[in-house]
């Protein structure tokens, strides 16, 4: 008996069998990432589930309360589909981040390329949803992401000699930069091709590249805006819009018709608001897509100045975290991740908010975390997730190091 | 000596690596103190005025829906069964009684309505 069992063993050890299947548990606890950064998650979630009633409030049938609204359990279920996919992301090594770039790329410009076709779909005067049955995507959305792993790869190339990018990595990051940017333009999109400029002129600032290269870049970028101008290129809407955040009291019917009741539901707020579903604003919906675009005006009026302030933190801790994760990595192509992913952020929650303030023009750029909508969401955790593969690489690096070295 | 040099050249180095990143930091700071100093003017010393233009909104808003129903009701006058349910829908009537043309108009529209009903049962 005892030299059957022997065997068997003997057996199973030349086979190299595999071991006994793990738990479930087990397979989870080894997908997640080691170090997570507990206050940027945090910061996130609760500014998603902060977003989930402003949402609901917006989105409240004039008749009263019936439960949650449609669309503030689908931005739940954004959050639930999205925070795997950001603890996938977190716990990607470099090189995977590396490698999966060029795929991720590919992807995009043709999903931008798609767009343009008979699947897209033409929402508020842009042609830039590709629809599928009932489901609809924005493409732009994960181009932000792909921008910045692509032109981080290309100006974070490891150089032993000199950390600066050479002239001939700049160009091919402009290059790579302008694929992107122009399919959005031909939507056409133009609040979207806004932000991916500013993320690209952000990554060359912060490149190591000469200071010559992002500022020759915004003289060009002035001179063709000036240009597009005078030539009367821009359509009717976008016109509209730039002379509404001129001088919004002109056309308070028309053009300036979003700022004037954004400012509005905004002031009525006051110091404490006039308390979740109770925006008079808000209820009687005269704010325009007061659940997406503007959904600022919300907690402003409901949550008045407190609430408003509150959300503006909760987006500033994101930043700051971002910024303080890209500070303490010790190589270029993870610092250039989390810079991208922080001006991309920063210019969303500036010209967003900004908007509902009459501070810049109307532009359809939803607030991180906040705003309800899909592919922004996932776009958005995912983004957040990268920068959690930052912060782990740079936690186990800390974490090899001798205590007394430690900055 | 070398000492020090060696770490002035670090601190100069960690001020070019990092440089960037600081003035980010501090961009971010700045901007979103603008957001909140606007926030505050608009809902502080500027409150009484949103406030008060936020209520003529309503106002407004409610009397033109008002309107709009009346003209509805005027539109079906020669339907008498119409007239009645379409009146009789209009309990916010009462609660603008400011507005003179409205008010005649609902009076005469209402008072149409009574005098069909009893004819309708």
Request: glycine share 8%.
């Given at each position: 008996m005892i030299r059957k069992a022997r065997m068997s063993l003997r057996f199973a050890q030349a086979m190299r069998l595999p071991a006994p299947l793990p738990h479930v548990s087990q397979v989870a606890a080894r997908m997640l990432p080691r170090h997570l950064d507990g206050v940027l998650l945090g910061a996130a979630v609760t500014l998603s589930m902060v977003g989930a009633l402003l949402v609901w409030s917006a989105t409240l049938p004039p008749t009263g309360h019936a439960g949650p609204t449609v669309y503030a359990w689908r931005h739940l279920g954004h959050l639930?589909?999205?925070?795997?996919?950001?603890?996938?992301?977190?716990?990607?090594?470099?090189?995977?981040?590396?490698?999966?770039?060029?795929?991720?790329?590919?992807?995009?410009?043709?999903?931008?390329?798609?767009?343009?076709g008979p699947l897209g779909e033409t929402v508020n005067g842009s042609r830039?949803?590709?629809?599928?049955?009932?489901?609809?995507?924005?493409?732009a959305e994960t181009a932000k992401i792909a921008l910045i792993l692509a032109v981080a790869a290309v100006l974070g190339r490891p150089r032993p000699r000199t950390p600066r990018p050479p002239a001939s990595d700049v160009l091919i990051s402009l290059g790579v930069a302008a694929v992107p940017i122009g399919l959005i333009l031909l939507q056409p999109d133009l609040g979207s091709a806004l932000v991916l400029t500013a993320i690209y002129l952000a990554l060359l600032a912060c490149s190591g590249a000469p200071l010559r290269w992002p500022l020759a870049l915004l003289g060009c970028g002035a001179f063709t805006g000036l240009a597009?101008?005078?030539?009367?290129?821009?359509?009717?809407?976008?016109?509209?819009?730039?002379?509404?955040?001129?001088?919004?009291?002109?056309?308070?019917?028309?053009?300036?018709?979003?700022?004037?009741?954004?400012?509005?539901?905004?002031?009525?707020?006051g110091l404490s608001g006039s308390g979740l579903f109770h925006g008079g604003q808000t209820s009687g919906?005269?704010?325009?897509?007061?659940?997406?675009?503007?959904?600022?005006?919300?907690?402003?009026?409901?949550?008045?100045?407190?609430?408003?302030?509150?959300?503006?933190?909760?987006?500033?801790?994101?930043?700051?975290?971002?910024?303080?994760?890209?500070?303490?990595?010790?190589?270029?192509?993870?610092?250039?991740?989390?810079?991208?992913?922080?001006?991309?952020?920063?210019?969303?929650?500036?010209v967003n908010i900004g908007m509902t303030l009459g501070l810049t023009p109307v532009t359809g750029l939803p607030l991180p975390f906040v705003s309800y909508g899909g592919s922004a969401a996932v776009a958005n955790f995912a983004a957040l997730g990268l920068v959690m593969a930052v912060h782990a690489h740079n936690e186990e690096r800390r974490s090899l190091e001798p205590a007394g070295t430690r900055g | 000596m070398g000492e020090s040099n060696r770490s002035v050249k670090r601190w100069s180095r960690g001020v070019c690596e990092h440089g960037p990143v600081l003035a980010a930091q501090a961009l971010v700071v700045c901007l979103l103190a603008l957001l909140i100093g606007r926030?505050?003017?608009?809902?502080?010393?500027?409150?009484?005025?949103?406030?008060?233009?936020?209520?003529?909104?309503?106002?407004?808003?409610?009397?033109?829906?008002?309107?709009?129903?009346?003209?509805?009701?005027?539109?079906?006058?020669?339907?008498?069964?119409?007239?009645?349910?379409?009146?009789?829908?209009?309990?916010?009537?009462?609660s603008y009684p400011h507005d003179e043309t409205i008010l005649a108009r609902t009076s005469s529209v209402f008072g149409d309505g009574t005098a069909a009903r009893p004819a309708d049962e």
């Open positions: 639930l589909l999205a925070l795997p996919l950001c603890l996938a992301l977190a716990s990607l090594t470099r090189r995977a981040l590396r490698a999966y770039t060029p795929v991720l790329f590919v992807a995009v410009t043709v999903a931008l390329l798609l767009v343009l830039s949803w590709i629809a599928l049955g009932d489901l609809r995507v924005q493409p597009v101008w005078q030539l009367g290129l821009l359509k009717d809407y976008q016109v509209a819009r730039f002379t509404a955040f001129l001088d919004p009291h002109a056309d308070p019917l028309g053009a300036g018709y979003n700022v004037n009741q954004a400012l509005i539901a905004v002031g009525s707020g919906k005269f704010v325009p897509e007061q659940h997406t675009d503007f959904v600022f005006s919300v907690a402003a009026e409901e949550l008045g100045f407190a609430g408003g302030c509150a959300v503006i933190v909760l987006l500033g801790v994101v930043l700051l975290r971002i910024l303080r994760v890209a500070s303490r990595c010790d190589e270029v192509h993870g610092r250039l991740v989390c810079i991208g992913v922080a001006a991309w952020f920063c210019v969303q929650v500036f | 926030l505050w003017y608009l809902q502080v010393p500027m409150g009484e005025y949103y406030r008060a233009l936020a209520g003529a909104n309503r106002g407004e808003a409610v009397s033109s829906d008002l309107e709009q129903r009346l003209d509805a009701v005027g539109q079906q006058d020669s339907d008498g069964a119409v007239l009645t349910a379409a009146a009789a829908g209009q309990p916010a009537t009462a």
